[in-house]
């Protein structure tokens, strides 16, 4: 389902964005200028000019962006499979530890010339790629060795200016992971935002306001969207177990339910989706 290679270049506008994961896809999200607020997993990070993400196939993010105001970014999403065998033969399979290890992280650049020089890379892998004929296998290679120095300069970056999470943070900030948290550890249950505001001891309403305020999105959403992302991996993992006990073990509480969600948020049932990812292994 998914391009070993898929690159955004400074790409502008806002508009709506879901929670979301990309199987065996790794990311490298380039933040160039606007304003950005972004959440991974459980944290969340006000984004500054110059910051890089990385981030691993299963981790959950949606960026939350104010639509009256500029949202400028670079994306880089790469199979690790498509470049696993340059890495091994020039011995760089530390270049993907990051992801691997830690699943996510910002580093904080502050528009350095490391980061002016990985601008540079991506932008020639933007254009290798335009002019890229399909069935062309020196324009392959050129596009993983072009891949292969992003992820150097991407290396530099992190030792350089090391891999760092915000200070200090706003009570709205970790109230906000507090409920991210707990959703994450608790999403396969019978939530409502009762349970959630009686467990972390704090008023239905403020957890409503400030969970939208700083994520751009409802407690349901990011429950409903926790959900999704196990029903995958485990469509994927475990082949064998029937659809209804994946509905039930990931918190659906009906298979019709489960059923209609998984169509009109995947566009495939979940059937479908499971013979696609299968065949493409």
Not at 100 to 105: A, E, G, I, R, S
Not at 171 to 190: C, R
Request: aromatic content about 10%.
């Amino acid at each position: 389902m998914n391009k070993p290679l898929r690159i955004g270049y400074r790409s502008s506008g806002s508009g709506e964005f879901d929670y979301h994961s990309h199987p065996e896809q790794y990311e490298i999200y380039f933040f160039h200028s606007g304003s950005c607020r972004y959440l991974i997993h459980n944290q969340i990070f006000d984004l500054e000019p110059g910051d890089l993400l990385l981030m691993d196939g299963m981790t959950l993010h949606k960026p939350n962006v104010n639509p009256n105001k500029e949202y400028v970014r670079s994306v880089i999403h790469f199979s690790p499979q498509w470049i696993k065998s340059i890495l091994l033969e020039i011995d760089s399979m530390y270049l993907l530890e990051v992801f691997k290890k830690l699943h996510h992280c910002l580093i904080r650049t502050r528009e350095n010339d490391e980061s002016k020089y990985l601008e540079e890379v991506i932008q020639r892998l933007v254009k290798r790629k335009r002019a890229a004929n399909q069935n062309d296998a020196i324009t392959e290679a050129e596009l993983k060795v072009l891949l292969i120095q992003v992820l150097i300069s991407v290396y530099h970056l992190g030792q350089i200016d090391s891999i760092k999470l915000p200070d200090r943070k706003s009570d709205k900030f970790e109230h906000s992971e507090k409920i991210a948290e707990y959703i994450q550890v608790n999403y396969m249950n019978k939530l409502s935002l009762n349970d959630i505001a009686k467990e972390l001891s704090l008023s239905k309403s403020y957890v409503s306001h400030v969970f939208k305020e700083m994520t751009g999105y409802t407690v349901m959403e990011y429950v409903m969207g926790c959900r999704l992302t196990q029903v995958k991996y485990l469509l994927e993992m475990e082949s064998h177990k029937p659809l209804k006990d994946i509905a039930y073990e990931c918190g659906f509480e009906s298979v019709s339910h489960f059923s209609r969600f998984f169509r009109e948020k995947v566009g495939v049932t979940a059937k479908q989706y499971r013979h696609i990812r299968l065949n493409n292994k």
